[in-house]
């Protein structure tokens, strides 16, 4: 089945820096990458999700890239604030059958220092 | 447009007792997914389901679990006997036919 590496499993920046969290996946039929921002104690917020006929995909300081030859695909956050601090899962989903469940990576807890 | 809600919140069972997990998707949508987070873990699948159907099941244990998504009413995750390992965070999806989830704020579970 699907694995889904990510890395790093924390990353502290300062303020105004931008940061970038990578994944790899197993599965080539993957076809959709979404990305989580979990805050303590509550549940996954959808950031920002790309499907694979897409390289790239920006909102506002938020943008994905995804690279399907090479099976990886990253998050890159411009102009860190400390609201950005949480921890970050990406996922992937392969349609199977009608399901497209999701399969994440471990986490990445990012912490933006003022 | 209320999201995805999740009662209770927080959850204390002693071993042996049952748990019951409850969920209500988004309006509109008639597809749920429950997960699994174990501490400083990431979100791990258990099933899939629509209305009065299971679609997916392959990430639920094979005993002592079971999941519902009736005609009326909210989707039940049921926990019976539990054990200590069963503490957990426990979130539902909610997707409008097979797109993007959103999730609830989950049930954190405690087995004393």
């Known amino acids: 089945g699907e694995n889904v590496e990510q890395h790093p499993s924390t990353l502290s920046v300062q303020e105004g820096d931008s940061a970038v969290i990578k994944c790899t996946y197993s599965d080539s039929a993957s076809n959709y990458f979404p990305w989580y921002k979990q805050e303590l104690g509550k549940g996954p917020q959808l950031i920002i999700d790309i499907r694979s006929n897409v390289g790239e995909k920006k909102d506002q300081r938020i943008a994905v890239t995804l690279n399907k030859t090479a099976k990886h695909f990253s998050l890159h956050i411009t102009e860190t604030q400390p609201e950005d601090s949480a921890v970050y899962f990406c996922?992937?989903?392969?349609?199977?059958?009608?399901?497209?469940?999701?399969?994440f990576g471990k986490g990445t807890k990012l912490t933006v220092n003022p | 447009n209320a999201g995805v809600m999740q009662n209770p919140r927080h959850l204390v069972r002693r071993r042996g007792q049952e748990a019951r997990l409850r969920c209500s998707p988004m309006?509109?949508?008639?597809?749920v997914y429950w997960y699994r987070q174990l501490p400083e873990e990431g979100l791990k699948f258990m099933v899939y389901?629509?209305?009065?159907?299971?679609?997916?099941e392959s990430g639920m244990p094979k005993e002592r679990f079971s999941a519902e998504f009736p005609k009326e009413g909210p989707s039940i995750l049921r926990i019976q006997q539990v054990v200590r390992g069963d503490s957990a965070a426990y979130f539902c999806?909610?997707?409008?036919?097979?797109?993007?989830?959103?999730f609830g704020p989950g049930t954190r579970l405690t087995v004393l």
């Open positions: 999806a909610s997707s409008e036919i097979t797109d993007t989830q959103y």
């Open positions: 309006k509109g949508h008639s597809h």
């Open positions: 996922a992937a989903a392969t349609a199977q059958g009608g399901s497209e469940k999701l399969v």
């Open positions: 389901l629509q209305k009065e159907n299971i679609i997916d």
